[in-house]
């Protein structure tokens, strides 16, 4: 069994495609496939299936396949810990993230992460929280990032960023911040509410959050459902209604005066994000840097804003 083999068979795999992990591993389609073929041989298993549209591994596959990426990442530990140093790292790195991270948070981290090591290249998937923890136990993902506190032996989560829930509103309507601030529950029953759709990370931190104000998710005044932030950052800045989101995610709406912003000094309304891969996992040299990266970025945009 040879390293080339086993590069090949995980990059086929990670893409769906022959095609695909040819271009990423610079190498032709028929010497991804020579290589896939004297691996089963090898194996004496089917390791791949082959339909029309798409490729995906057999269940010896899927097991080879996390061992084969252990083997890879140690090899580059090796070799990187011996003759590179970490500007020069190359490689890819998959994350599937849900909608606040991903559309708020990695598009900054990224940018400034490829500054420095501008040979690893990223490749993000969006999902809702739960989405992302189920998707995580496959075998496309390196890393996931969700906004709920994850509860399970098989994975290992990082928490990274400090997150608030703030209370969005149409930029026309008028609030009186004393009488809201004082009787809360009282203002929500009374103001027609735009509520994320089920499985995210924000649905599931709103409803604790509405619970220990006393206040129950069946007596808001629910006008819609939406199933990402923008939705909802569009529906309130054209009057729909009010709702709680990511303080990330709407300072650009804030900014531009599309609504308006109520943040609450309260343990409630915050939330830790997380970085979240499989306790199994072999970190490589590429994997392990934006790890330990992501780990200081925003700990580090304090200390450069001080």
């Known amino acids: 069994m040879e390293m080339k083999q086993l590069e090949a068979f995980v990059a086929v795999v990670q893409h769906n495609s022959f095609s695909k992990a040819a271009d990423m591993i610079y190498l032709s389609q028929p010497t991804i496939s020579a290589h896939i073929s004297s691996l089963e041989s090898e194996v004496g298993a089917q390791l791949l299936i082959r339909s029309t549209k798409s490729v995906y591994p057999t269940p010896t596959g899927k097991e080879l396949f996390h061992r084969a990426k252990s083997i890879l990442a140690l090899r580059d530990e090796a070799v990187s810990s011996v003759n ?8 890819e790195i998959s994350i599937l993230a849900s909608t606040v991270p991903a559309q708020f948070l990695l598009p900054e981290i990224i940018a400034a992460f490829q500054k420095i090591y501008p040979h690893i290249v990223f490749t993000i998937h969006q999902a809702d929280s739960q989405q992302v923890l189920e998707g995580l136990m496959g075998y496309r993902y390196d890393f996931g990032i969700v906004g709920t506190s994850v ?24 609030v009186n911040k004393g009488a809201m601030y004082r009787d809360l529950p009282a203002f929500l029953r009374q103001q027609p509410f735009v509520m994320r759709g089920d499985g995210s990370g924000t649905r599931v931190e709103m409803e604790q959050l509405l619970q220990k104000q006393g206040v129950s998710v069946q007596n808001l005044n629910i006008v819609a459902y939406f199933h990402d932030t923008q939705s909802i950052l569009s529906a309130v800045s054209h009057g729909m ?6 303080g990330v995610a709407a300072a650009a709406y804030k900014k531009t005066g599309q609504i308006k912003v ?10 830790q994000l997380h970085l979240v891969f499989k306790k199994e996992m072999v970190l490589s040299p590429v994997q392990r840097l934006f790890v330990n990266y992501l780990e200081n970025y925003f700990s580090n945009e304090k200390v450069k804003e001080a």
């Open 84 to 91: 590179r140093v970490d500007r020069e790292l190359s490689g």
């Open 151 to 174: 509860n399970s032996r098989c994975l290992l989560t990082v928490p990274f960023y400090h997150d608030t829930l703030v209370l969005i509103t149409p930029k026309a309507m008028t």
């Open 241 to 246: 209604g009010i709702s709680f989101v990511s």
């Open 262 to 271: 109520y943040d609450f000094e309260q343990q409630a309304f915050t939330r």
